[in-house]
């Protein structure tokens, strides 16, 4: 009767998910090369998932030369609670676009049913709060005096995401809407400045799976696909090459977007560091010189009793 309870209530937040917004087309942010290692920035289901302690930074530094490139950088620990039943997580950011500055928190709770041996399913809700700041004082214009750049936007947000996430060892598979609110700006906030909103509403879906081809390679491709109203959808595909459960090297394609590179080096049983470059292929590809983007991860524990294997997701 629990079992049945609870696949009704993840029914429930998937149905919440798409109500009101079954027009979705798709775009952009987040934005991350290594987004199948920032999971949890995603999806707040992915919490406690690994079933071990662990701790992710990962900075990136996109569009190099480009004036006001955006730079982001993303902190975010989780941890499994209760038998790996349930899973908690905290994620803390600051995401620089210009004259647009964007810093918050984010609290999450995912619960974890067992559907098979090797086969789970959980759902999460995330809660946060993000400061949304727009100097636009900053802005050189055209006409002396502009009304529409007196003064700066500065501006604490409420974001409230869903997530769904479901594993087995080999593969996953995940829905999640970040921020369902639609956070938008007063009126007072955006009299004349031509600002009228700070988050859309996104979709993502994640999937990846884990392909032996021997004692020493396994082949792990992933995708991910980035929805949100009014623009084209945008996907990421992925394949990562794993040497000896060390090393890894793999290529991405983003869709109109960017061709990448990356790598990572998992050093110990707990330590991983990864790199991934990015070259544009898009109109910006002459003005900029590229993506740089680093992550490492430390896990605290052997990862003998997770339920996902540490090296590949």
Do not use: C
């Given at each position: 009767?629990?079992?049945?309870?609870?696949?009704?209530?993840?029914?429930?937040?998937?149905?919440?998910?798409?109500?009101?917004?079954?027009?979705?087309?798709?775009?952009?942010?987040?934005?991350?090369?290594?987004?199948?290692?920032?999971?949890?920035?995603?999806?707040?289901?992915?919490?406690?998932s690994r079933g071990v302690p662990n701790v992710t930074a990962l900075f990136r530094q996109q569009w190099v030369g480009l004036p006001g490139e955006p730079r982001t950088g993303v902190i975010s620990a989780d941890m499994p609670l209760k038998n790996n039943k349930l899973g908690i997580g905290l994620q803390l950011y600051n995401d620089r676009l210009g004259i647009e500055r964007s810093t918050g928190m984010n609290?999450?709770?995912?619960?974890?049913?067992?559907?098979?041996?090797?086969?789970?399913?959980?759902?999460?809700?995330?809660?946060?709060?993000?400061?949304?700041?727009?100097?636009?004082?900053?802005?050189?214009?055209?006409?002396?005096?502009?009304?529409?750049?007196?003064?700066?936007?500065?501006?604490?947000?409420?974001?409230?995401?869903?997530?769904?996430?479901?594993?087995?060892?080999?593969?996953?598979?995940?829905i999640s809407a970040p921020d369902v609110l639609k956070s938008r700006l007063t009126a007072i906030d955006n009299v004349n400045t031509g600002v009228k909103g700070v988050n859309d509403f996104h979709v993502f879906f994640t999937s990846g799976y884990v392909f032996k081809i021997n004692e020493d390679l396994n082949l792990k491709p992933s995708m991910l696909v980035k929805m949100v109203n009014g623009s084209n959808a945008q996907l990421d595909l992925n394949a990562n090459l794993w040497i000896k459960n060390t090393v890894a090297v793999g290529a991405s394609y983003r869709t109109g977007d960017a061709v990448i590179g990356m790598v990572e080096w998992q050093v110990?049983?707990?330590?991983?560091?990864?790199?991934?470059?990015?070259?544009?292929?898009?109109?910006?590809?002459?003005?900029?010189?590229?993506?740089?983007?680093?992550?490492?991860?430390?896990?605290?524990?052997?990862?003998?009793?997770?339920?996902?294997?540490?090296?590949?997701?």
């Open positions: 009767m629990k079992l049945i309870k609870l696949k009704a209530y993840l029914l429930l937040l998937a149905i919440l998910v798409f109500i009101n917004y079954g027009n979705l087309q798709a775009q952009t942010a987040p934005m991350y090369a290594q987004y199948m290692f920032n999971m949890m920035h995603i999806n707040p289901a992915y919490a406690g609290l999450s709770l995912a619960t974890r049913v067992t559907l098979s041996n090797k086969a789970f399913l959980s759902a999460g809700l995330q809660a946060g709060i993000m400061n949304y700041q727009a100097n636009l004082t900053e802005v050189s214009t055209f006409t002396p005096n502009d009304p529409a750049f007196y003064n700066n936007i500065n501006k604490w947000i409420p974001l409230v995401g869903v997530g769904l996430f479901y594993n087995t060892d080999k593969f996953y598979a995940g110990t049983p707990q330590l991983r560091f990864g790199y991934a470059y990015e070259k544009s292929i898009s109109k910006l590809k002459s003005f900029n010189q590229g993506s740089h983007e680093f992550m490492i991860r430390y896990e605290f524990g052997s990862g003998s009793n997770t339920i996902l294997s540490p090296r590949y997701f």
